[in-house]
């Protein structure tokens, strides 16, 4: 919902040297609340860019179907939670099972969030999962910045 978001993103693309097809952004659904309609807009005018935008934390919140209906989303990532509970729950497999089905069926490629066991894993790739990311295979690294002297860590991730 903010003002510049369109120019902040042509700004980081130019500055970058990304190509736009690089880029992915992620939006949950609360951005919509506020101002559906002005959401929609800036979401066209940011993929026209040739940017993908995905659905994140799909399935909390504020989930909706008309959210999916309303933009082309060119990914959707199951939130983590279902993924963590997915060993004891029957309902977080369903969910998972459910939304991957969705995905096929709107042929819009689906990441699993919160990847942290083999059992899980497993899962996945039984459900026809193809894309998931998590602990399993790698933490978070600390990169460093272009303006950072060596030795010195950046704070920024």
């Known amino acids: ?4 978001l369109i120019q902040a993103v042509t700004s980081a693309l130019l500055e970058s040297g990304l190509p736009a097809s690089r880029l992915e952004l ?3 659904e609360t951005a919509f609340i506020a101002d559906k309609v002005r959401a929609l807009h800036v979401l066209r005018q940011i993929k026209a860019l040739g940017v993908s935008i995905a659905i994140d934390d799909f ?3 504020y989930s909706s179907l008309d959210t ?3 933009f082309p989303f060119d990914k959707i990532k199951i939130d983590k939670s279902f993924l963590l509970e997915s060993e004891t729950s029957h309902q977080a497999r369903a969910i998972i099972r459910a939304v991957l089905a ?3 069926s709107l042929e ?3 990441l699993a969030e919160g990847l942290e066991s083999e059992e899980q894993l497993r899962l996945l790739r039984s459900e026809g999962c193809d894309e998931a990311q998590g602990y399993l295979w790698g933490r978070p690294v600390r990169l460093p910045l ?3 002297k ?3 860590e950046s704070e920024a991730a």
Do not use: Y
């Not at 919902?1 to 510049?4: A, I, K, L, P, T």
């Open 1 to 4: 919902m903010h003002v510049d």
């Open 108 to 110: 819009v490629p689906v």
């Open 146 to 148: 272009p303006d950072d």
């Open 68 to 70: 999916l209906n309303s």
């Open 59 to 61: 399935g909390t919140g």
């Open 150 to 152: 060596p030795g010195q």
């Open 102 to 104: 969705l995905g096929r």
């Open 26 to 28: 992620e939006i949950t």
